[in-house]
């Protein structure tokens, strides 16, 4: 009986054919704390966007210097597209106006890739503040005697500018708290140091539907299908007040241009499945999906905007 001679790849020093067909690794950069809800989004997208490429998409917490470590990691990754950014808007369109010094430039050292969701503005207050809405919560701040207080999760964030605009739409002088971030600002609002805060929807609603912060406002343009009840500032008589926190993907801005729109296609298809619109939605984020294209025009728009007004108001960077 012949005796069979197996040889392996490796002992005819070959790579094993397997090892050429494991998934590339491919990160998510989060300029973040792992828990928030930057983080949570991504999380929600790394497994269907890895599937839908052919990857493992690991997600990465860079946090620290206002997003500016997440974008020095991205910025010095190889430009093959295994690297993203998942930014909020404050990262990549407040930043460049709050800072006279910035580590990195949005148009020379990013390539837009997709928006993958858009939040809206809340403004929520203490469940003892004698008030059901935003007009009503300005006629109560009028007749108070010391300006009321409205946290914020930093300056120059989202919630901040928010703030400004309904100053100047209520034109009622407010004091704002800004705080490190978003959880220690709705602890002192729950708690009453603080009479309100605008934050995303994602980040208050579960304290809204306890019943531990009320809703007063919506700072957009439409109701928020978590919050149908709650009338946006133009309905209440408000106008202006207006602002958006999206977040979205970039990578390094040598990518080619074809390994672009294979990630943006994927994303596209990442934001259609069930599975996970599901779960966005449950968060109160509003997926969307875009082009290059159109989020580099709403990246120049949002910079745009928020300069002007970060400029008329004098903000500067803490």
Known sequence: MKRRLVLTAAACGLAAPY???????SRIIVAFSA???VDFVARSIADKLGAELGRTFIVENKPGANGALGAAEVMRSPPDGTTLWLTSVGAAAINPALYTKLSYDMDKDFAPVSLVTNNVEV???????PVND???FVAWARKQPQPVSLASSGTGSIPH???????????????HVPYKGAAPAITDVIGGQVSATFLDVTAVLPHIKAGRLKPLGIAAKKRHPALPDVRTFEEQGLAGVDSNNW????TNAQVPAATVAELNQAVHRTLAD??????LRKSGTD???????????LLHRDMAKWAQLIKAKNIKAE
């Open 247 to 250: 977040y979205a993907l970039f």
């Open 161 to 175: 500018l928010a703030m400004e605009q309904f100053q100047d739409a209520s034109k009622v002088e407010m004091i």
């Open 123 to 129: 403004l929520v207050a203490n469940t003892k503040v």
């Open 35 to 37: 828990g928030g809800p």
């Open 287 to 297: 997926p969307m999906a875009s082009s290059p294209a159109e989020l580099r025009e």
């Open 134 to 136: 935003a007009a009503e």
């Open 19 to 25: 090892a050429m067909a494991q998934p590339k690794s």
């Open 274 to 279: 069930p599975a996970v619109l599901d779960k």
